[in-house]
RNA sequence: CGGGGCGUAGCGCAGCCUGGUAGCGCACCUGGUUCGGGACCAGGGGGUCGGAGGUUCAAAUCCUCUCGCCCCGACCA
């Protein structure tokens, strides 16, 4: 049994990994380079996310639809700095049907384009704003170097389109949606983020301004959880989606677009796992307890998986997501590693030792070993599990928030700021220029991850250049 | 696309240097003993050696080309 560990993160965090995203069977590699199969596990925490943000874009007005997978590649062109953007990473369908086709297709890398054109055809006056629709879908970015949920040439994700009559409207939809994000975030994923504005070289291609979510992943690199963009009327000017205003004239509407991708679940596993495995945080768990039960003759079994069973049904109608790991031939030792490799937050042990005294064994999967381990009475357990995940998840936020802060250092020069990149973030002024921003990149690897909405300071002077700054922004190295 | 590494059973690898017709561990199947932290014994199934071409009596092994994957860089959610 000699290759059931893991790497530590410490010895080989990528490779670490790599062997959790197929260990745990959230996905596997496919047969095209850079394509990922998300296994039925994977999926079924990726629909955990879906919910936890459909829900929040349900109720701030939003609904969903579906918009082509095949767009005409004269759209792309229509904006410039969309198709400056994206043209590198196009997928391009040239044949249909065995003829060539008159005009390409493109594999939509995002949908603004297609969007777009049927906004124009649909919106016609104010009374027609705002239109607030999201779609569900994959998309496919013809990336160089990919790796599993972080970066694959298909990914899937929602994408939301909104249009509306100002540009107030827009940035207040704009910032609305990063908030949402970082709720989710926080409240369900409990991974902690910074929710702030892009640098220009950082933008999306076609929008006046580009917010974010940045994470801290267990290595201290940065990895960009959720965007939001202000598009302005770039779109709009480029498919003429325009409406007439309450006076008759003629608009342009305002126009925004964001979106949050199965990178996401690459988040949690790199925020909350550790040398045991994954660790999922109990509010998007598929499966927040295992029951393991523990016998050894067949009469033992036959009381203890019927007890079990019991446990489990009382818990499901405690509205918790629980299964009993009834395999055979399995020691318990292993399925208890199993479901530690699984992330699977709290793990219930019953045996016959159990059964004589009417209670069970709690194992929490935030706290390795004994100190996670305690004994539960049978009686009232509904309550008690449902506790206890609540205080997983809050544990988890509060072990990742903490880890981020520690490694979040507030460099006084630039000799401190290259040390602090080195295994963080650095939260430094900087005077906002290109210059200073690609001298910092080549220099140091880091690259400004946003620009805090939340500043602590009002001036500073630039960490590189010296010039005189209002604004701090995050640095690190992202993936 | 540049640099590096690797393709041999589902996974991890040995064999290659020095050609002789494929092996080990894990996993899988069967039976038995086990079972409160990754069990053990016995038996068994599974391979176009990434692909194509070449050299040779004979190629996993030598030569040429090719495809793919992983890691590191430049670009990105």
Known sequence: MADQKLPTRAEDFSEWYNQIVLRAELADYAPVRGCMIVRPYGWALWENIQQALDRRFKATGHVNAAFPLLIPRSFIEKEQSHVAGFSPELAVVTIGGGEKLEEPLVIRPTSETIIGY??????????????????????????????????????????????????????????????????????????????????????????????????????????????????????????????????????????????????????????????????????????????????????????????????????????????????????????????????????????????????????????PGKEGKSFQPQQGLPAAVSTILEDIQAALLTRARNFRDANTKEPKNYEEFKAAVETGFAWAFWCGSPDCEAKIKEETKATVRCIPLAQTESSGTCILCGQRSTEKGIFGRAY
Request: with cysteine.
């Open 118 to 367: 049927a906004y124009a055809k649909w919106i016609q006056s104010y009374r027609d704003l705002p239109v607030l629709i999201n779609q569900w879908n994959s998309v496919v970015r013809w990336e160089l170097r990919t790796k599993l949920f972080l970066r694959t040439l298909e990914f899937f994700w929602q994408e939301g389109h909104t249009a509306h009559a100002t540009f107030d409207e827009a940035e207040a939809e704009t910032r609305q949606m990063l908030e949402i994000y970082a709720d989710f975030a926080i409240n369900e994923a409990a991974v902690p983020v910074i929710a702030g504005r892009k640098s220009a070289s950082e933008r999306f291609a076609g929008a006046d301004q580009t917010y974010s979510i940045e994470a801290m992943m267990g290595d201290g690199k940065a990895l960009q959880a959720g965007t939001s963009h202000n598009l302005g009327q770039n779109f709009a000017k480029a498919f003429n989606i325009r409406y007439l205003d309450r006076d008759g004239v003629l608009q342009f509407c305002w126009t925004t677009s964001w979106g949050l991708s199965t990178r996401f679940v690459g988040a949690i596993i790199m925020v909350h796992g550790d040398d045991q495995g994954l660790i999922l945080p109990p509010r998007l768990a598929p499966t927040q307890v295992v029951i393991v039960p523990i016998y050894k003759t067949d009469e033992e079994k036959t009381q203890v998986f019927d007890a079990a069973r019991k446990m489990r049904d009382a818990l499901i109608a405690a509205g918790v997501r629980v299964r009993t790991d009834e395999r055979e031939g399995t020691s318990p030792g292993f399925k208890f590693n199993d479901w530690e490799m699984r992330g699977v937050p709290l793990r219930i042990e019953i045996g016959p030792k159990d059964l004589a005294k009417g209670s069970v064994v709690l194992a929490r999967r935030d706290k």
